[in-house]
């Protein structure tokens, strides 16, 4: 029955007196995508750090190839085994890797941690990465700084990929991205999941990418889902005002913004100011 | 400083400045000057014992406070002794003095920044409190509060100061570790498992470690001067052993008395030594602050 | 406020404009040969990715160059040279040419609060009484969707969200009635909700004062959202002006082409994404004597790599590329990619086409 790597309920969090998650549940499917659709305040950053144990939910369950994760590990040995399950990228390619280590070490410091192999297996296997994600030998020996935006999440990604996860977690990892890159980065996370059937949460606020790489959809909208179907459902024939409000929102050819007709949601210009 | 060095020195000094041009660069003249002054000083600290040209301990009083004649550059000191010589021998315990304070308050100071840095909330509480708490003591009444304990020695006072300086570097050490920590790729080791030591020892400490540098040349030179004071007190090394401080101390009888040429030239060093370290630090910490 | 729209001559024009920056002790072009026309009124838009110059053209229009640089080309405001402005006409010059930019908290003093920092220009540099300055503001705020004006003031950067903080730069933007914006990603920081609010108010207030506005993004849709033409840049040069009606589906340049192509479709999923491959040129990595856009370009040609091609016209608007007319002969234009193209992977679909 439960084909499913990662299953999400009734999650919830509170940072003091603010409900940042309130009761989200959802599930992503072997080799499926599920896209997270949310703005500022949505709560989804949130859900990302809870899933791969960053933060520490108030309530609510989180099950990931079978094992619950549901509070964060103090065990070492627990810790490693769920970093094979669930990786993540994140979305500043600058802060994301560590500016000492080139795109090699960063890499091979993950298999040592997973893997017992000698150091001449490591290798192969980081050059295998590296392939996948695009890098070319130059790149690999590089230091971050010498690397450009796109290069770098390339890293990221390879990074993630060396634990060999059934999930990976993209938080906005294409967002900081120009264009023409991103239409790279967008291709190869195609590649990628043809070819090792990992799943993906992807985390965005664009909808033509959660459009291009997600098969389901759950909007956000201050902590609470508001939507949820497939990608192409609730993209073509949205049921929920914001999502309705979302999607009239996104510059596309033809596109007129109008004023009052999209206030959104959250924006106090209207409201009174403390005295 | 003692500028009447002989040939050799100087050859060797240059050299090193060469090599070390890549560890300088963004240093300005300043900080070339000032590597090439501890350059020199860390030589002498080494080989100051066996180049000095006359023996610094033999002391002949029919000499005492005779200037600058025959072979003797800098004249005699009180006691009859060859007042180079004296500063090329002392040159040792000045400088190791210094660094023993420095590396001890180094590994203190880092140790608990970063531990109160990686675990945040009450441990960081804890820690922050020790280290303000240590803050209120100033190094040379720890040290004089050492030498009554412990007895008068360099040991002694050098401990003392460790521990006293020790919450600066802390302080900024804890600041720049709660940057670091809070980056994302530290997020991402987590994520992939990585123990809390390999990642504070591997990626949080190198990330630092410019500042860490920057620090503990400021520091050196601080040391120098509150343990020359602690040596001119009595209370760190003793007479007779060749010492800056305690040359300063030795022969200050000399100013009143028109031969100032003893003590000075020991102050100059401290002073010269001292200066060195504080623009290096200085220019490496401005360079490590740039380059975050 | 300034109501005409055309005017014979442009109210602001840039010619062969080139600049060097001194970085890492080599000098180095960030813009070359820019050349860039904006009439009374009229909103144009500048598209570029990293590297393409689009910022610092804004920077060079509003004299915020670092120091050091070496500028060379003629800016002119209202037919004055700009490069020349100082003292009394610089600040004069600032009056008529406003800037907004997109992260509006680095851009403001956080111990000051709102209404000081909105009236400042108004009493410094107008000499406008405080209490009138003050209402003004009021007033301003109203325009850009900001009820209880007078509390407002008394805030502090702070206690207001992003977007709330753009749209009180706007309204202090169009407090001294500038005859010109310039908006440098101005909406990139947003939510996307909020950026659409905020486009719509920068569209009626630039209706309303009859502002010109050089409007500076990565993203070609936003341009055309509200400007009527758009300028293209790669490599710190202008590579194509286009009528932003006319630019996503006739385009002039192979380079705006691809970026139009390789956004994703928000209405379907294309079985592969028409990226281009390599990465954004920045000037000083770019040649002098060729096309900067030729390694990368499904249409590349020998006669690409001859020499540097000139911007000339072509069907009301301006191309660097010298095969532009030739492709447009063709049936899909720019848009349609040589089928045996390998740097276009899959085939004819893989255009990415919007349902027309």
Not at chain 1, 20 to 44: C, H, M, R
Not at chain 1, 156 to 177: G, K, N, Q, Y
């Amino acid at each position: 029955m439960s084909d499913n790597v990662l299953e999400v309920d009734g999650l919830r969090k509170e940072f003091g007196d603010l409900v940042a998650v309130d009761d989200v549940s959802f599930t992503v499917p072997q080799a499926g995508s599920l896209a997270i659709v949310g703005e500022s305040g949505s709560g989804k950053t949130t859900i990302a750090r809870m899933i791969v144990g960053l933060e520490r939910p108030t309530k609510g369950t989180i099950t990931a190839c079978g094992q619950d994760r549901s509070t964060p590990s103090r065990s070492a040995a627990a810790r490693k085994r769920r970093g094979r399950e669930i990786q993540i990228v994140f979305q500043d390619p600058y802060t994301s890797l560590d500016p000492r280590q080139t795109a090699q070490a960063t890499i091979d410091e993950v298999l040592k941690l997973h893997h017992g192999w000698p150091a001449d297996r490591r290798r192969e296997r980081i050059a295998e990465l590296t392939g996948l994600v695009g890098l070319d030998e130059r790149q690999a020996r590089a230091l971050p700084r010498a690397l450009s935006g796109g290069q770098r999440q390339r890293v990221a990604i390879a990074r993630a990929l060396a634990a060999e996860p059934r999930v990976l977690i993209l938080d906005e990892s294409v967002a900081a991205l120009d264009v023409s890159i991103q239409a790279q980065v967008l291709n190869l996370l195609a590649d990628i999941r043809d070819s090792t059937g990992v799943s993906y949460v992807l985390i965005s606020h664009d909808l033509a990418v959660v459009r291009q790489l997600t098969n389901d959809v759950i909007v956000l909208h201050r902590g609470v889902v508001v939507e949820r179907g497939t990608t192409a459902s609730v993209l073509d024939d949205p049921q929920h005002a914001y999502t309705k409000r979302l999607r009239a929102s996104v510059p596309r050819p033809g596109w007129k913004p109008r004023r009052g007709a999209l206030l959104a949601a959250g924006d106090t210009a209207g409201e009174e100011p403390p005295p | 400083m003692s500028a009447a060095a002989p040939a050799p020195l100087v050859t060797v000094h240059a050299s090193r400045a060469r090599s070390a041009t890549g560890l300088l660069r963004g240093t300005g003249p300043a900080g070339i000057a000032s590597a090439a002054v501890i350059a020199i000083a860390t030589v002498v600290a080494i080989v100051g014992k066996l180049v000095a040209p006359y023996d610094p301990t033999s002391a002949n009083l029919s000499l005492n406070f005779i200037g600058p004649s025959g072979g003797h550059f800098l004249g005699y000191d009180f006691e009859g002794r060859d007042v180079l010589s004296r500063l090329l021998a002392g040159a040792q315990s000045s400088m190791l003095g210094p660094l023993a304070v420095v590396i001890g308050a180094l590994v203190l100071g880092s140790l608990l920044a970063v531990i109160a840095a990686w675990r945040r909330g009450a441990v960081d509480a804890v820690i922050s409190s020790v280290v303000d708490v240590l803050f209120a003591f100033p190094g040379i009444l720890l040290a004089v509060l050492a030498a009554a304990v412990f007895g008068a020695g360099l040991t002694a006072a050098a401990t003392a100061l460790a521990i006293a300086y020790m919450p600066y570097v802390a302080r900024v050490l804890r600041g720049a570790a709660l940057k670091e920590r809070s980056q994302p790729y530290v997020a991402a080791l987590e994520v992939q498992g990585a123990s809390a030591t390999a990642i504070c020892l591997r990626h949080i400490l190198p990330n630092i470690a410019p500042l860490i540098v920057a620090q503990a040349t400021t520091m050196f030179g601080y040391a120098m001067v509150d343990l020359a004071a602690v040596s001119f007190l009595g209370l760190g090394v003793q007479p007779p052993a060749a010492d800056w401080g305690v040359m300063i101390s030795e022969n200050q009888v000399g100013i009143p008395e028109g031969y100032p040429l003893p003590a000075l030239a020991a102050g100059a060093c401290v002073v010269a030594v001292v200066i060195a370290f504080n623009l290096l630090g200085e220019r490496l910490f401005e360079r490590a602050q740039g380059a975050r | 406020m300034n109501s005409t729209v055309s005017e014979s001559e442009p109210l602001l024009q840039v010619e062969d404009l080139t600049v060097r920056l001194t970085v890492e002790g080599r000098r180095r072009p960030v813009l070359r040969d820019v050349a860039l026309q904006v009439r009374a009124g009229e909103a144009v838009g500048l598209v570029g990715e990293s590297g393409s110059g689009k910022s610092m053209t804004a920077k060079a229009i509003d004299r915020l160059l670092p120091r050091g640089a070496e500028v060379s080309g003629q800016i002119r405001f209202a037919g004055q040279d700009v490069r020349g402005l100082e003292g009394q006409a610089l600040r004069s010059y600032r009056n008529k040419v406003a800037m907004i930019f997109q992260d509006p908290r680095a851009h403001v003093n956080p111990v000051r609060r709102i209404g000081d920092f909105m009236t400042e220009a108004l009493r410094t540099n107008l000499n406008v009484a405080a209490a009138d300055a003050g209402k003004r503001a009021v007033a301003m705020l109203d325009q850009v969707g900001i009820g209880h004006g007078e509390r407002r003031l008394r805030q502090y950067p702070h206690e207001l969200s992003g977007g709330m903080l753009q749209r009180v730069m706007i309204a202090a933007a169009l407090l001294t009635e500038p005859q010109l914006l310039l908006a440098d990603e101005p909406t990139t920081a947003l939510d996307v909700t909020t950026q659409a609010e905020v486009m719509a108010i920068l569209d009626d207030l630039r209706r309303e004062y009859g502002l010109a506005v050089l409007f500076i993004t990565h993203d070609l849709d936003l341009a055309a959202a509200i400007c009527d033409r758009t300028a293209v840049m790669y490599a710190g040069q202008i590579v194509e002006v286009r009528e932003s009606a006319l630019m996503h589906d006739d385009p002039l340049h192979p380079y705006s082409a691809a970026l139009a192509a390789a956004r994703p479709d928000i209405d379907a999923a294309a079985g592969r994404l028409a990226a281009i491959g390599g990465r954004p040129l920045s000037a000083f990595e770019a040649p002098d004597a060729e096309c900067a856009f030729a390694p990368r370009c499904p249409h590349a040609a020998p006669a690409c790599r001859e020499a540097l091609p000139p911007l000339v016209e072509l069907d009301g608007g301006l191309s660097r590329c010298v095969r532009a007319a030739e492709l447009r002969g063709r049936g899909a234009g720019l848009r349609g990619a040589t089928p045996s193209d390998p740097r276009l992977a899959a085939g004819p679909t893989s255009g990415g086409q919007t349902g027309e």
